[in-house]
């Protein structure tokens, strides 16, 4: 007889199947009735004898042996591997062993390097106090509620975790390097170790600093006390705030009219992308939302615009005419004007006026809040590195680290300096005149002719970036030179030519643009280093892909460049939906692009929040 069970392996359905009890016992009866069961028509199988099982095939069987044995061996293994990741006093004790690149920031040109560089050939530690990436171009939208802080920001462990062999960070802060040693020096920020600052030593194979900068106040007295900056997510809250504040203190009823006018003051001291995006954002700020809040505070309110060139946006092309957008928007911008002091309610400028032989009477302007916002100083562990590698005779320059075309820092073996700590000093040709004048020299007659300059200038443009500009005007050059149309040129005519192209030697700007460049150009270089191909790897070579910036009103400026024309300036409506979408695309992450349109939406739909926390 078959049972329920064999029924059941056999693959068969059994159907119209009103009973398979033969008998049923009910409670309080000792009478059993017959059930009666239709009959059903089964295929018969084979009888299993109990406690047989049930027959698999051989390849089944097989196949589930060798899973078994693969499970258990990586079992086994993991719990008897030494780990490939130990680290005992900042040490990496596992094996492989792998060249550690130590770096120091977590900015732009870190993050770039820490998504580029291949963990699988370096063991790569992040050091830095900010514990998280901060997509700064768009800080000023934060300081008025456009954006969200969160939009903004991208934790770094995010970015170290995104591979088998993570990336290690550390929340401190470097403080000194040991270059003899090969060893970073640093401490904890958090101070949670009975008031005890913890300090701890990181050796490395390759060191990246990538520090970044910190504000200039060029001496003026007066600055850091009373001004704001806006470098950092701290400095857009403390600006939000101060913004929220001035206005709540100037409604108080008993508030005079003078203090009142001052509080609603505004100064931004600085004409540059960050203070003109500042004081747009504002504008609007004022415009749309706290005009509906405060309507009877509009009318006192002042935002000025303090610069010392003779024009704001100075670094962008002169056909830009921002002063139209801003004087309908009644901001008063002071151009030729300097800044003496500033004080707790006021600061003092002076007009500069070219060819004055007098200083011009100071004025002084109130104010509830200034921003100050007029370029970079050198980083404090910068300036030490820089005082550490001679500073007369290599690291000459007060403002930053001094590298090559390769991003080495000069003085230094296997260190790198990236971002707005450093900057790039290719050689000057005037150094090495007679040796290029004999290398350009092909057949040794003392001259060269325009064959000969054209073949020195395509061989020496990787060496010398400065001859890039001239890599298409090669014969315009030699022509130039060439007054006596004798058809070659002297070693003098040929000094003429070098001077003049060293002396169009570019510096390249502290922006966000150049150091994430930089930060994948020098991965993508270690990489090859680490496979031994970095002998043929090309110098650093930064490509401009357009500069914006947003004036208020959604109207922005657009300088852009392509291989077709040398330069394009769009300014308007249309900039400001090419700067939105260019912005929005460059988001490092899915999470941040959402965040960032939502908040513009939220923004256009509802307004800015006013709430202050």
Known sequence: MLSVRSLIRSGRVLKNVRGLVATSTRLNSTVVEPVVVEPVTVTPVAPVTPGTPNPQPRGKRRLLWVFSALVGGAIVYYLVKEDDDVYVDGKQTGYPKKPRVVILG??????????????????????SPRNYFLFTPLLPSVTVGTLDSKSVMEPIRKYCKRTNTPTQYYEAMATDVDFDAQKVICKDVNHLNNNEVTTFELPYDHLVVSVGAINNTFGTPGVYENCFFLKEMEDATLIRRRILDVFETANLPAQTEAERRRLLSFVVVGGGPNGVEFAAELSDFLREDLKKWYPHLIKDVKVTILELMDHILNTYDRQINSEKVFKRENIDIRTNHQVTAVSPDGIVVRPVIKGATTPQPTQTIPFGLCVWSTGIGIHPLSNLIREKLKPNEIQTNRRALITDQYLSLKGAKNVYALGDCATITPELMIKRLEDLFKEADANGDNKLQLDEFRRFVNLQLPNYPQLEEYGKRAEELFLEADADKAGSITLDQFRTIVQKVDSKMKILPATAQVASQQGAYLAKRLNALSENK??????????????????????AVAELTNPWIEKYVLQGYGAWWLWRSVYLSKQFSMKNKLLVGGDWVKTELFGRDITRN
Do not use: C, Q, T
């Open 106 to 127: 977590s900015g732009w040109a870190a993050l770039s390097m820490v998504r580029d560089i291949d963990p699988n050939l370096y063991e790569v530690v992040v050091v």
């Open 534 to 555: 970095d002998a043929a790897y090309p110098p650093f070579k930064y490509r401009h892909l357009g500069s914006f910036a947003y004036i208020g009103a959604d109207e």
